[in-house]
């Protein structure tokens, strides 16, 4: 399957599962000159910047091992630049969620959701 096309489908399903645990989600795929927010939702007193990882398995390595420190600092760039668009009184917090998709007649997602993966002092 191409790999645009499992990203955009792991994080609909990302998605799903955050608002099945009553986030709210503000936007998707927030893209400015410092990078992409897959995810920003919003929950009790935190806007979420989420990035997803979408995997078959964790065979070779688990998919938040993809979120590297160069990554984290691209994602909370671009997550200082959309607070600095959108005031807000709610506390920033990065998660990670994994997405396996064992893809195949059957196959359902296996959803990991590390809240507070990363962080920075905003």
Known sequence: MDKQI???WG???AARY???RGYFILEMNYSCR????DIIARRGRFVVFAEVKTRKDAAFAQAREFVTRAKQERIMAAAMRWLSEN???LQP???VIE???PFGPGGRAEIQHIQDAF???M
Do not use: K, N, P, W
């Open 93 to 95: 917090r990065f998660d």
């Open 99 to 101: 997405v396996y998709a």
């Open 6 to 8: 499992t990203g955009r």
């Open 34 to 37: 410092f990078g992409e927010i």
């Open 18 to 20: 955050l608002r099945c």
């Open 11 to 13: 994080e609909e399903q």
């Open 87 to 89: 005031e807000t009184s």
């Open 119 to 121: 962080g920075c002092d």
